[in-house]
């Protein structure tokens, strides 16, 4: 017979938002598993398809959820002709807890128009959610135009990199016969206060941030506090659920940022995956606390009801 688990809990060894959930399984008392990875160290997995018999590091086991990060943190960078390592750990760990019912993995059943950060944006606004005044272009034109009229941000329409002022974008973009490579999202200044709020489940928690950077993410000085809710505005909250509930999400973190007139929090992107280590630190613990808890005792057929 198999060993079970309450939670399977995998990613990269040096992942904080994993340490941090673990942590949170000890302090719990729930029975986990953890699986990390690393450039110096890799598990022994099998996974016979036909069978659904998983076994890690020689022992065939099941768990009642999982939870799974795509590791980012290894410190070797690729070789010329190198497979990608951890998106094929990432997809075996994945296909086999998403493949076996009555696992609950978060967002199992998300529409991958989710992904897009371009949908989003349109689908938060068709909801009644404001969003900023938003351009995807790669024309100088009409980047030209839109700085002559807006103090603007600049950020990739696939992620990957911070948000820049407008006009550096401008200045340092590869410009050929007036086009850029690749279009890029440009977007009205916003100000501070930021928010971030979390889906675990149905339950909301959100965290306000404060920085004198334009991207406060590369730097360690942001002041992040839980608040209510309802500080993103009245119906917000709601209106985040049901949009997540019609695209099959039910872990995820929102941003938001103020506009710089009026202090309305404006919506900025929705994040499938998100780290959250340094939010849940803030709250000393209960973001980590109330995502275990819905892990564990959520049915997969609960999920599947909804």
């Not at 099998?46 to 990060?69: D, H, K, P, Y």
């Not at 959610?129 to 002559?148: A, M, R, S, W």
């Amino acid at each position: 017979m198999p060993s079970r688990f309450d939670l399977l809990l995998f990613g990269g060894a040096r992942d904080p938002s994993i340490i941090c959930l673990h942590n949170a399984a000890i302090r719990n008392n729930i029975s986990c598993l953890l699986i990390t990875h690393d450039e110096s160290e890799e598990p022994s997995a099998s996974w016979n398809v036909e069978t659904g018999s998983l076994v890690i590091n020689g022992q065939e086991v099941s768990s009642n959820a999982a939870f799974l990060r795509y590791d980012v943190f290894s410190t070797r960078k690729p070789q010329a002709g190198d497979l990608d390592r951890a998106f094929g750990w990432y997809s075996t760990l994945y296909g086999a807890c998403t493949a076996t019912l009555g696992v609950l993995v978060p967002n199992k059943r998300m529409d991958a128009r989710a992904n897009n950060k371009l949908f989003m944006l349109a689908s938060a606004q068709s909801g009644g959610i404001p969003i900023p005044n938003t351009l995807v272009t790669n024309d100088k034109g009409t980047l030209d135009q839109f700085c002559e009229t807006n103090l603007g941000v600049a950020k990739p329409v696939g992620g990957g990199a911070y948000c820049i002022d407008v006009k550096e974008a401008n200045n340092d973009a590869d410009w050929s016969n007036n086009k850029a490579p690749i279009p890029a999202i440009i977007q009205e200044r916003l100000a501070y206060p930021e928010y971030r709020i979390f889906r675990f489940g149905k339950s909301l928690m959100t965290f306000q941030i404060e920085s004198e950077h334009l991207d406060y993410r590369p730097y360690p000085d942001a002041k992040i506090v839980m608040v209510d809710n309802d500080i993103l505005g009245k119906g917000v909250p709601e209106k985040l659920l049901a949009m997540s509930d019609a695209l099959g999400i039910d872990f995820f973190a929102c941003d938001f940022k103020s506009h710089a007139d009026s202090g309305t929090p404006m919506f900025l992107e929705l994040n499938s995956g998100p780290m959250f280590a340094a939010y849940d630190a803030s709250a000393k613990g209960k973001l980590s606390d109330g995502m275990i808890k819905w892990l564990v005792t959520e049915t997969e057929s609960a999920t599947e009801a909804e």
